[in-house]
């Protein structure tokens, strides 16, 4: 078997134009424009690239950028006061920190002083909480890009065996619980899970988030299952030349998609995704903000 590709470049670049579509009413109905406001602390370089992407596609599908760029020695206190001018301001609708965030900042502190309707990460505690309970939340943007390429592929998930690999807080669980919502069966696996290739291998849907480069191997995968890869790890390629490298997901991609019956790449896959469900979830905090209906099959 040769698995279908999952494009999640082309399938990122349909929910964009969706949200511009869904922008465009708003200004010209309602007079409202959304706005995105994104907190770098620091100079990443991966979080610079990533906050650059954001905010050219924030103003891509019409909607309102402010970026905020910190230095990295910024204190908790001066974040925290920036944190609360943007929950106050009514032009934000939307509030994300980058993350990782330098050592001396406590990251929870920080994420949980952003407005939970503002939340567009889906980090706050309230939001994790609502998500855990099955209520209407903020959803984080990567297990929410997942979801949806996952309910395209399959239409219904209810019955599927899934498992997820990987038990952060930022895609292992809300991605367990958007799994669970939509009547799958669902695995958490981790690295001290016993026989993880042989649970693995009951799975209808496997999701990976590990951050280990090319883990899971097409072993791990029953026939015709759908492989999920949320891996960006950049490792050598000395066969590119000295001192290359190239990205690879956390699982290995040429053994997977020969037994997958779908699979996503990396890159190309989840990762664009990500950003464009960040803009779909801009959207709907300025339409919950403004009580007007939400977008529909842009939130989970
Ligand atoms: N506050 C947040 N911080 C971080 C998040 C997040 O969702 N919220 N996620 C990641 C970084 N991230 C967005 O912030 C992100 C990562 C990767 C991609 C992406 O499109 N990747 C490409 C490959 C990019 C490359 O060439 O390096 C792909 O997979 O095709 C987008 C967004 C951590 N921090």
Same mark, same amino acid.
């Given at each position: ?186 695995? !958490? ?45 950049? !490792? ?65």
């Amino acid at each position: 078997m040769t698995a279908t590709v999952i494009d999640g470049k082309a399938f990122a670049a349909k929910v964009r134009e969706q949200v511009a579509e869904h922008v465009a009413r708003l200004k010209e109905e309602n007079g409202i424009t959304p706005g995105l406001a994104v907190v770098l602390v620091g100079e990443d370089p991966a979080s610079q690239v990533y906050v650059r992407s954001k905010g050219k596609q924030t103003v891509e599908v019409g909607m309102n950028s402010f970026e905020h760029k910190l230095d990295v020695d910024t204190s908790e206190e001066d974040l925290l006061a920036l944190l609360d001018e943007l929950n106050a301001d009514p032009a934000v609708h939307g509030i994300l920190v980058q993350l990782p965030l330098p050592g001396h900042l406590n990251e929870d502190l920080v994420i949980n002083r952003i407005d939970p309707a503002k939340d567009v990460d889906g980090f706050h505690i309230s939001n994790v909480g609502l998500l855990g309970t099955g209520q209407k939340s903020m959803v984080p943007c990567t297990p929410l890009g997942c979801l949806m390429m996952l309910r395209d592929h399959h239409g219904s998930l209810s019955g599927l065996n899934a498992v997820v690999v990987g038990r952060s807080n930022i895609v292992g669980k809300p991605m367990a619980n958007l799994l669970l919502r939509d009547s799958c069966t669902v695995t !958490i696996a981790h690295s001290r899970t016993k026989e993880i290739e042989a649970l693995c291998k009951t799975a209808d849907i496997v999701v990976a988030a590990v951050g280990r480069p090319e883990m899971v191997t097409g072993d791990w995968i029953k026939p015709g299952a759908t492989v999920i890869d949320v891996g960006i790890n950049r !490792i050598d390629a000395p066969e590119k030349g000295e001192g290359k490298t190239r990205l690879v997901g956390d699982c290995h991609y040429e053994s997977c998609a020969e037994v997958a019956g779908a699979i996503t790449p990396v890159p190309g896959g989840v990762g664009p995704m990500t950003i464009a469900c960040l803009l779909a979830n801009t959207l709907t905090a300025c339409c919950r903000a403004n009580d007007l209906a939400e977008p529909e099959g842009l939130t989970a």
